[in-house]
Protein backbone atom coordinates (compact mmCIF):
# COMPACT_ATOMS: atom_id res chain seq x y z
CA UNK A 1 0.00 0.00 0.00
CA UNK A 2 1.33 3.91 -1.00
CA UNK A 3 0.87 6.52 1.30
CA UNK A 4 -1.89 8.57 1.50
CA UNK A 5 0.07 11.80 -0.41
CA UNK A 6 1.23 9.29 -3.35
CA UNK A 7 1.50 11.46 -6.66
CA UNK A 8 2.23 14.38 -4.56
CA UNK A 9 5.50 16.48 -5.74
CA UNK A 10 6.78 18.43 -3.08
CA UNK A 11 9.67 20.87 -3.62
CA UNK A 12 11.68 21.58 -0.20
CA UNK A 13 13.67 24.90 -0.58
CA UNK A 14 13.68 25.35 3.22
CA UNK A 15 16.37 24.60 5.49
CA UNK A 16 17.04 24.33 9.76
CA UNK A 17 13.76 22.68 11.17
CA UNK A 18 10.10 24.63 10.58
CA UNK A 19 9.99 24.52 7.03
CA UNK A 20 11.93 21.10 7.24
CA UNK A 21 9.60 19.37 9.45
CA UNK A 22 6.99 20.70 7.30
CA UNK A 23 8.42 18.34 4.28
CA UNK A 24 9.59 15.88 6.26
CA UNK A 25 5.95 15.26 7.39
CA UNK A 26 4.55 15.69 4.07
CA UNK A 27 7.25 12.60 2.80
CA UNK A 28 5.83 10.47 6.10
CA UNK A 29 3.01 10.44 4.25
CA UNK A 30 3.49 9.51 1.15
CA UNK A 31 4.50 12.47 -0.91
CA UNK A 32 8.01 12.52 -2.76
CA UNK A 33 9.94 15.39 -1.57
CA UNK A 34 13.05 16.86 -3.36
CA UNK A 35 15.07 18.93 -1.15
CA UNK A 36 17.01 21.79 -2.82
CA UNK A 37 20.48 22.81 -1.45
CA UNK A 38 23.56 24.95 -2.25
CA UNK A 39 26.21 22.51 -3.32
CA UNK A 40 29.09 21.87 -1.49
CA UNK A 41 27.00 23.22 1.78
CA UNK A 42 23.56 22.18 1.63
CA UNK A 43 21.29 23.02 4.43
CA UNK A 44 23.10 24.65 7.46
CA UNK A 45 22.37 22.16 9.97
CA UNK A 46 24.28 19.74 8.22
CA UNK A 47 27.09 20.70 9.51
CA UNK A 48 25.93 21.42 13.33
CA UNK A 49 27.46 19.41 16.28
CA UNK A 50 27.26 16.92 17.48
CA UNK A 51 27.42 14.80 14.13
CA UNK A 52 27.26 10.73 12.87
CA UNK A 53 28.99 9.91 10.34
CA UNK A 54 29.82 13.36 9.44
CA UNK A 55 26.34 14.62 9.15
CA UNK A 56 24.57 16.62 11.95
CA UNK A 57 22.06 14.74 14.04
CA UNK A 58 20.09 17.86 13.62
CA UNK A 59 20.08 17.82 10.08
CA UNK A 60 19.01 13.67 10.17
CA UNK A 61 16.24 14.91 12.73
CA UNK A 62 14.24 16.72 10.17
CA UNK A 63 15.00 15.20 6.66
CA UNK A 64 13.86 11.43 6.56
CA UNK A 65 11.67 10.75 3.58
CA UNK A 66 13.32 13.17 0.93
CA UNK A 67 15.82 13.41 -1.88
CA UNK A 68 18.34 15.90 -2.49
CA UNK A 69 18.79 18.02 -5.24
CA UNK A 70 22.15 20.33 -5.51
CA UNK A 71 20.95 23.80 -7.20
CA UNK A 72 23.25 26.86 -6.95
CA UNK A 73 20.88 29.84 -7.78
CA UNK A 74 23.20 32.05 -8.16
CA UNK A 75 24.53 30.62 -11.39
CA UNK A 76 22.48 31.24 -15.32
CA UNK A 77 20.29 28.71 -15.54
CA UNK A 78 19.70 27.36 -11.97
CA UNK A 79 16.14 28.98 -12.51
CA UNK A 80 15.36 27.52 -15.75
CA UNK A 81 16.05 24.18 -14.46
CA UNK A 82 13.50 25.13 -11.06
CA UNK A 83 10.98 26.53 -12.94
CA UNK A 84 11.03 22.68 -14.74
CA UNK A 85 10.72 20.88 -12.04
CA UNK A 86 7.45 23.33 -10.48
CA UNK A 87 5.93 22.71 -13.67
CA UNK A 88 5.97 19.40 -12.85
CA UNK A 89 5.17 19.70 -8.82
CA UNK A 90 2.88 20.06 -6.81
CA UNK A 91 3.60 22.04 -3.29
CA UNK A 92 7.26 24.47 -2.98
CA UNK A 93 7.98 24.73 0.56
CA UNK A 94 9.90 27.87 1.48
CA UNK A 95 11.17 29.11 5.04
CA UNK A 96 13.29 32.38 4.16
CA UNK A 97 12.82 35.82 5.20
CA UNK A 98 9.78 37.25 3.88
CA UNK A 99 10.62 38.49 -0.31
CA UNK A 100 13.78 36.60 -0.83
CA UNK A 101 11.96 34.56 -2.94
CA UNK A 102 10.67 37.61 -5.13
CA UNK A 103 14.13 38.65 -5.17
CA UNK A 104 15.24 35.30 -6.64
CA UNK A 105 12.81 35.62 -9.26
CA UNK A 106 10.81 33.08 -7.46
CA UNK A 107 7.68 34.91 -6.83
CA UNK A 108 4.43 33.31 -6.70
CA UNK A 109 3.67 34.99 -10.33
CA UNK A 110 6.25 33.56 -11.31
CA UNK A 111 5.77 30.19 -10.17
CA UNK A 112 2.02 30.15 -11.61
CA UNK A 113 2.84 31.21 -14.88
CA UNK A 114 4.63 27.90 -15.29
CA UNK A 115 2.00 25.91 -12.94
CA UNK A 116 -1.09 27.48 -12.38
CA UNK A 117 -2.20 24.64 -10.04
CA UNK A 118 1.09 25.06 -7.87
CA UNK A 119 0.72 25.83 -3.74
CA UNK A 120 3.65 27.80 -2.60
CA UNK A 121 4.05 27.63 1.20
CA UNK A 122 5.99 30.33 3.08
CA UNK A 123 7.06 29.74 6.63
CA UNK A 124 8.21 32.94 8.13
CA UNK A 125 8.98 34.63 11.51
CA UNK A 126 6.52 37.25 11.06
CA UNK A 127 4.42 36.46 8.30
CA UNK A 128 4.46 37.84 4.34
CA UNK A 129 3.47 41.35 4.91
CA UNK A 130 3.32 44.12 8.17
CA UNK A 131 5.05 46.10 9.88
CA UNK A 132 7.94 43.41 10.91
CA UNK A 133 7.97 41.14 7.99
CA UNK A 134 11.39 42.11 6.79
CA UNK A 135 13.10 41.30 10.10
CA UNK A 136 14.62 37.91 11.04
CA UNK A 137 13.09 35.51 13.80
CA UNK A 138 14.09 32.68 15.55
CA UNK A 139 12.06 30.32 17.72
CA UNK A 140 13.48 32.01 20.94
CA UNK A 141 12.52 35.38 19.33
CA UNK A 142 9.12 34.61 18.82
CA UNK A 143 8.47 32.74 22.39
CA UNK A 144 9.62 35.86 23.57
CA UNK A 145 7.48 38.06 21.53
CA UNK A 146 4.55 36.14 21.97
CA UNK A 147 4.77 36.17 26.23
CA UNK A 148 5.55 31.82 25.41
CA UNK A 149 8.50 32.70 27.44
CA UNK A 150 7.02 35.15 30.45
CA UNK A 151 4.75 32.89 31.47
CA UNK A 152 7.24 29.73 31.53
CA UNK A 153 9.21 29.13 34.39
CA UNK A 154 8.80 29.28 38.33
CA UNK A 155 7.07 31.85 39.80
CA UNK A 156 9.76 34.02 41.57
CA UNK A 157 12.29 32.89 38.70
CA UNK A 158 12.69 34.41 35.40
CA UNK A 159 10.95 34.24 31.87
CA UNK A 160 12.28 30.95 30.69
CA UNK A 161 12.56 29.27 26.90
CA UNK A 162 10.94 25.93 26.31
CA UNK A 163 13.18 22.83 26.26
CA UNK A 164 12.72 22.46 22.83
CA UNK A 165 11.58 24.45 19.71
CA UNK A 166 8.24 23.33 20.33
CA UNK A 167 7.53 27.17 17.70
CA UNK A 168 9.01 26.05 15.01
CA UNK A 169 7.55 21.97 15.92
CA UNK A 170 4.06 23.77 15.56
CA UNK A 171 4.87 26.28 12.54
CA UNK A 172 5.83 23.33 10.65
CA UNK A 173 2.26 21.27 11.75
CA UNK A 174 0.39 24.30 10.73
CA UNK A 175 2.40 24.86 7.26
CA UNK A 176 1.38 20.72 6.68
CA UNK A 177 -2.30 21.63 7.63
CA UNK A 178 -2.51 24.85 5.26
CA UNK A 179 -0.71 22.37 2.76
CA UNK A 180 -3.48 20.05 2.35
CA UNK A 181 -6.38 22.58 2.41
CA UNK A 182 -4.87 23.81 -0.06
CA UNK A 183 -4.20 20.44 -2.27
CA UNK A 184 -8.32 19.87 -0.96
CA UNK A 185 -9.06 23.22 -2.54
CA UNK A 186 -7.14 22.76 -5.63
CA UNK A 187 -9.29 19.28 -6.12
CA UNK A 188 -12.37 21.73 -6.50
CA UNK A 189 -10.99 24.63 -8.38
CA UNK A 190 -7.88 23.57 -10.31
CA UNK A 191 -5.73 26.19 -9.14
CA UNK A 192 -2.53 26.72 -6.45
CA UNK A 193 -2.53 29.29 -4.37
CA UNK A 194 0.07 30.77 -1.09
CA UNK A 195 -0.06 29.28 2.17
CA UNK A 196 1.39 31.59 4.76
CA UNK A 197 2.67 30.35 8.21
CA UNK A 198 4.33 32.76 10.70
CA UNK A 199 6.27 31.38 13.91
CA UNK A 200 4.86 34.54 15.68
CA UNK A 201 1.18 33.89 14.90
CA UNK A 202 1.95 30.18 15.88
CA UNK A 203 3.54 31.31 19.56
CA UNK A 204 0.51 33.48 20.11
CA UNK A 205 -2.05 30.74 19.14
CA UNK A 206 -0.10 28.34 21.96
CA UNK A 207 -1.01 30.84 24.65
CA UNK A 208 -4.25 29.07 25.59
CA UNK A 209 -6.70 31.61 27.63
CA UNK A 210 -4.06 34.14 28.06
CA UNK A 211 -5.71 37.06 25.06
CA UNK A 212 -9.14 36.20 25.90
CA UNK A 213 -8.44 36.45 30.06
CA UNK A 214 -6.79 39.21 29.79
CA UNK A 215 -9.02 41.70 27.21
CA UNK A 216 -12.32 40.29 28.39
CA UNK A 217 -11.64 39.97 32.00
CA UNK A 218 -7.91 41.68 32.65
CA UNK A 219 -6.22 39.35 34.14
CA UNK A 220 -2.98 38.14 33.54
CA UNK A 221 -1.35 35.19 32.84
CA UNK A 222 2.18 34.69 35.17
CA UNK A 223 4.65 31.67 35.57
CA UNK A 224 3.30 28.85 37.77
CA UNK A 225 6.19 26.53 37.53
CA UNK A 226 5.14 22.77 37.28
CA UNK A 227 1.73 23.55 38.47
CA UNK A 228 -1.52 23.08 36.25
CA UNK A 229 -3.39 26.84 35.40
CA UNK A 230 -6.64 25.45 35.94
CA UNK A 231 -6.81 22.87 38.33
CA UNK A 232 -4.61 21.49 41.79
CA UNK A 233 -2.27 20.50 42.70
CA UNK A 234 -0.79 19.18 39.72
CA UNK A 235 3.28 19.24 40.11
CA UNK A 236 6.46 17.08 40.34
CA UNK A 237 7.50 15.63 43.70
CA UNK A 238 10.97 14.34 44.56
CA UNK A 239 10.75 10.47 45.55
CA UNK A 240 12.81 9.00 47.97
CA UNK A 241 15.37 7.88 45.69
CA UNK A 242 15.84 11.55 44.13
CA UNK A 243 14.08 10.89 41.23
CA UNK A 244 10.57 12.82 40.24
CA UNK A 245 6.89 12.26 39.65
CA UNK A 246 4.51 14.12 37.89
CA UNK A 247 0.85 13.69 39.87
CA UNK A 248 -1.76 15.79 38.22
CA UNK A 249 -5.10 15.11 41.01
CA UNK A 250 -6.35 18.43 40.23
CA UNK A 251 -10.03 16.95 38.90
CA UNK A 252 -12.34 16.75 42.33
CA UNK A 253 -12.65 12.78 41.29
CA UNK A 254 -8.57 12.36 41.00
CA UNK A 255 -8.30 14.55 44.19
CA UNK A 256 -10.00 12.13 45.98
CA UNK A 257 -8.53 8.99 44.92
CA UNK A 258 -5.08 11.18 45.66
CA UNK A 259 -6.00 11.66 49.30
CA UNK A 260 -7.64 8.02 49.53
CA UNK A 261 -3.58 7.15 48.61
CA UNK A 262 -2.35 9.25 51.00
CA UNK A 263 -4.80 8.58 53.88
CA UNK A 264 -6.01 11.78 54.27
CA UNK A 265 -9.67 11.16 53.61
CA UNK A 266 -10.57 14.30 55.64
CA UNK A 267 -9.65 16.78 52.92
CA UNK A 268 -11.87 15.36 50.54
CA UNK A 269 -14.65 17.36 52.65
CA UNK A 270 -13.00 19.74 53.84
CA UNK A 271 -13.82 23.28 52.80
CA UNK A 272 -10.75 24.47 52.04
CA UNK A 273 -9.75 21.88 49.37
CA UNK A 274 -13.37 19.58 48.41
CA UNK A 275 -13.42 21.63 45.04
CA UNK A 276 -11.25 22.92 42.29
CA UNK A 277 -12.07 26.65 43.40
CA UNK A 278 -11.27 26.39 47.04
CA UNK A 279 -7.88 24.70 46.07
CA UNK A 280 -7.02 27.82 44.18
CA UNK A 281 -5.52 29.43 46.82
CA UNK A 282 -2.06 29.71 47.58
CA UNK A 283 -3.22 28.49 51.02
CA UNK A 284 -4.83 25.53 50.36
CA UNK A 285 -2.52 24.28 47.43
CA UNK A 286 0.74 24.22 49.28
CA UNK A 287 -1.66 22.21 51.96
CA UNK A 288 -2.25 19.49 49.63
CA UNK A 289 0.85 20.11 47.70
CA UNK A 290 2.90 19.80 51.45
CA UNK A 291 1.10 16.50 52.38
CA UNK A 292 1.51 14.77 49.17
CA UNK A 293 4.96 15.63 49.23
CA UNK A 294 5.86 13.67 52.24
CA UNK A 295 3.86 10.70 50.72
CA UNK A 296 5.89 10.35 47.52
CA UNK A 297 9.12 11.18 49.44
CA UNK A 298 8.13 7.57 51.07
CA UNK A 299 8.63 5.96 48.25
CA UNK A 300 10.88 5.29 44.96
CA UNK A 301 9.14 6.94 41.93
CA UNK A 302 8.72 3.69 40.21
CA UNK A 303 6.62 2.68 43.56
CA UNK A 304 4.64 5.96 43.37
CA UNK A 305 3.41 5.92 39.56
CA UNK A 306 2.64 2.20 40.13
CA UNK A 307 -0.03 3.22 42.93
CA UNK A 308 -1.04 6.23 41.71
CA UNK A 309 -1.85 4.92 38.19
CA UNK A 310 -4.26 2.28 38.89
CA UNK A 311 -6.35 4.65 40.35
CA UNK A 312 -6.62 6.67 36.96
CA UNK A 313 -4.38 9.46 37.94
CA UNK A 314 -2.48 11.44 35.35
CA UNK A 315 0.90 10.40 35.97
CA UNK A 316 4.34 9.50 35.24
CA UNK A 317 8.01 9.61 36.03
CA UNK A 318 10.20 11.95 34.43
CA UNK A 319 11.96 10.62 32.35
CA UNK A 320 15.67 10.89 31.50
CA UNK A 321 16.68 10.57 27.27
CA UNK A 322 18.05 6.79 27.89
CA UNK A 323 14.84 5.87 29.49
CA UNK A 324 12.48 7.17 27.21
CA UNK A 325 13.94 5.66 23.97
CA UNK A 326 13.73 1.94 25.83
CA UNK A 327 9.89 3.09 27.13
CA UNK A 328 8.12 0.14 25.95
CA UNK A 329 5.34 2.18 24.89
CA UNK A 330 7.36 4.74 22.89
CA UNK A 331 9.13 1.77 20.91
CA UNK A 332 5.76 0.20 20.33
CA UNK A 333 4.29 2.54 18.27
CA UNK A 334 7.95 2.59 16.01
CA UNK A 335 9.23 6.43 16.90
CA UNK A 336 12.77 4.98 17.38
CA UNK A 337 13.98 3.95 13.98
CA UNK A 338 17.22 2.14 12.93
CA UNK A 339 18.09 3.54 9.41
CA UNK A 340 21.15 2.53 7.32
CA UNK A 341 23.49 5.05 6.00
CA UNK A 342 25.48 4.45 3.09
CA UNK A 343 29.18 3.80 3.75
CA UNK A 344 29.16 4.62 7.12
CA UNK A 345 27.22 3.32 10.47
CA UNK A 346 23.21 3.10 11.29
CA UNK A 347 21.39 6.47 12.36
CA UNK A 348 19.21 6.04 15.27
CA UNK A 349 16.24 9.19 14.22
CA UNK A 350 12.42 9.67 15.34
CA UNK A 351 9.54 7.80 13.14
CA UNK A 352 6.29 8.99 11.89
CA UNK A 353 3.78 9.93 14.05
CA UNK A 354 0.38 9.77 12.26
CA UNK A 355 -0.73 6.36 11.45
CA UNK A 356 -3.51 5.09 9.26
CA UNK A 357 -5.76 1.71 9.03
CA UNK A 358 -5.73 1.65 5.32
CA UNK A 359 -2.79 3.52 3.70
CA UNK A 360 1.13 2.82 4.93
CA UNK A 361 2.64 5.86 5.33
CA UNK A 362 4.57 4.61 8.39
CA UNK A 363 8.02 3.15 6.03
CA UNK A 364 11.29 5.34 6.85
CA UNK A 365 13.88 6.62 4.33
CA UNK A 366 17.40 7.33 5.14
CA UNK A 367 17.87 11.08 4.94
CA UNK A 368 20.06 11.91 1.91
CA UNK A 369 23.03 12.86 1.43
CA UNK A 370 24.18 16.15 -0.11
CA UNK A 371 23.16 15.82 -4.03
CA UNK A 372 22.60 12.44 -3.97
CA UNK A 373 19.45 12.35 -6.21
CA UNK A 374 20.55 15.19 -8.34
CA UNK A 375 21.63 13.31 -11.88
CA UNK A 376 18.40 11.06 -11.62
CA UNK A 377 16.32 14.40 -10.77
CA UNK A 378 17.57 15.67 -14.09
CA UNK A 379 17.37 13.12 -16.23
CA UNK A 380 14.21 12.51 -15.20
CA UNK A 381 13.71 16.22 -16.30
CA UNK A 382 14.94 15.05 -19.87
CA UNK A 383 18.85 16.36 -18.87
CA UNK A 384 21.15 14.23 -21.20
CA UNK A 385 24.63 13.29 -19.38
CA UNK A 386 26.54 15.67 -21.02
CA UNK A 387 24.04 18.34 -19.97
CA UNK A 388 24.58 17.14 -16.31
CA UNK A 389 28.09 17.15 -16.19
CA UNK A 390 28.62 20.36 -18.18
CA UNK A 391 26.10 22.09 -15.51
CA UNK A 392 28.27 20.48 -12.80
CA UNK A 393 31.31 21.79 -14.19
CA UNK A 394 29.77 25.12 -14.04
CA UNK A 395 28.47 24.81 -10.64
CA UNK A 396 25.25 24.93 -11.35
CA UNK A 397 24.51 21.89 -9.43
Not at 22 to 33: K, P, R, T, Y
Not at 122 to 149: E, K, V
Not at 226 to 251: F, L
Request: charged share 25%.
Amino acid sequence: MKGTLEGIRVLDMARVLSGPHCSMILGDLGAEVIKIEKPGEGDMVRANYPRVNGTSTYYYAHNRNKKSMTLNFRKPGAKEIFLKLVAESDVVVENFRAGTMEAMGLGYDVLKAVNPGIILTRISGFGQDGPYSNRTCFDGAAQAMSGLMDITGEEDGSPTMIGTYVVDYATGLYAVIGTLAALHAREKTGKGQVVDVALLDTAVSLMHTAVPDYLNLGSVFTRVGNNDRYAWPSKVYEASDGRWAYIHCGMDNTFAAMMKIIGHEELITDERTATREARSTRESRALCEGLIGEWVRCNTADEVIAVVSQQGIPCAKVSKVPEMVENEQIRHRNMIRKVPVEGGEDVYITGPVIHFSDQKCEEVATPPRLGEHTARILEQLGYAPNEIQDMFERGII
